[in-house]
């Protein structure tokens, strides 16, 4: 293969990754309401991008070096590969820019916008991991290459993901509170059943942040989430429920209109002084608390965390944390 396209092959490819991780950064600042200013390129996140954007780029440096004849790489099919790649990220941007309005309603009980978000965010980087592994395939093998056993390899990447992200997760604990006074403690939306109560998840929530109440950790409590079609909302359930508890009204502050997790931390950081390391405590369970403490270092929330005292089936915890390892990997690499 000639120095020259070897050389063009590089540049191209270089912008390819480039542009797949700028957009991703700036998808993500859009998409969470945040100044790209506020970029920490040493966020986990961040870094998993860079490192995933990295498989082409470095093969195709490595081929400047190697003897490499024409029908070695398919220069078409790589360029086809990371050009649709990029754009899936400006479709993503568009998707983005049209609002949840022009995609409402539900999709398997997730908001539309976020579901087709999700699809076009995982296929651009599907591509990007097939085309490292196809490339890198091809430097260290000398068979010719199967696609079969490059999908598979994909895969194998995507789990070693997937296992950094349920490790991650396991080794998240709740913040040691001995006699420290917080100004706020919030509580993550979570299920609500038939007949408008919490479910029994949700109801630990609660419970474990009327405890601290109670033990004047904090003096008032706000509670979050919106609602699904035919339910009430999540944070009126909750506040129903404290009051049924003993909790006076006056102390409880809702917010109605947030439909995940990373609305949530977002309405915290809009509506209060993030800056004080004291002025919350965010009440979940100790499955979810890896994504909400991530969440807070990507929104620069400083607050403590404290898990419910609910507890769940080993068959249940397993679940739970398996789906905490997708919906962390996510936010991670997408801002979802």
């Known amino acids: 293969m000639p120095i020259k396209i070897k050389i063009r092959f590089a540049i191209i490819t270089a912008l390819c990754s ?81 609002g949840k309005e022009a995609f409402g309603g539900y999709i398997l009980g997730y908001p539309a916008q976020k579901v087709w978000l999700a699809l076009f965010f995982s296929a651009s980087y599907f591509l990007m991991i097939f085309t490292g592994v196809l490339l890198w395939t091809k430097i260290l093998g000398k068979d010719k290459i199967s696609f079969p056993k490059v999908i598979l390899k994909c895969v194998y990447v995507i789990a070693a993901l997937m296992i950094f992200a349920f490790a991650y997760a396991l080794k998240a604990k709740s913040t040691i509170i001995k006699n420290e006074q917080y100004t706020l403690g919030v509580v993550l939306g979570a299920a609500v059943w038939q007949g408008n109560v919490p479910s029994p998840l949700f109801k630990g929530r609660i419970d474990k942040a009327f405890k601290l109440y109670k033990e004047k950790t904090f003096t008032k409590i706000l509670v979050t989430g919106g609602s699904a079609p035919g339910e009430i909302a999540e944070s009126k359930a909750a506040s129903n429920y404290l009051v049924q508890l003993g909790m006076n009204k006056k102390n409880i502050i809702s917010e109605a ?80």
């Open 18 to 98: 480039g542009a797949v991780l700028i957009l991703t950064i700036l998808l993500k600042s859009k998409l969470n309401s945040i100044d790209i200013k506020e970029s920490n390129i040493f966020y986990i996140g961040n870094l998993l991008n860079l490192l995933l954007t990295l498989m082409p780029l470095s093969a195709a440096i490595i081929f400047l070096f190697k003897k490499m004849n024409n029908k070695d790489v398919n220069l078409k099919l790589i360029y086809s590969l990371m050009g649709l790649s990029v754009a899936l990220l400006i479709a993503a941007y568009v998707i983005i820019l049209s």
């Open 257 to 336: 209109e947030s439909s995940s997790t990373s609305d949530q931390i977002r309405h915290i950081r809009n509506k209060f002084s993030v800056k004080d390391k004291n002025s919350f405590v965010i009440v979940s369970d100790k499955f979810h608390l890896a994504r909400v403490i991530e969440m807070c270092r990507f929104f620069k929330v400083k607050a403590a965390v404290s898990a419910s005292q609910y507890k769940l089936s080993l068959e249940k915890l397993v679940y739970y944390h398996i789906r905490e390892s997708i919906a962390l990997s996510q936010f991670w690499l997408f801002g979802l």
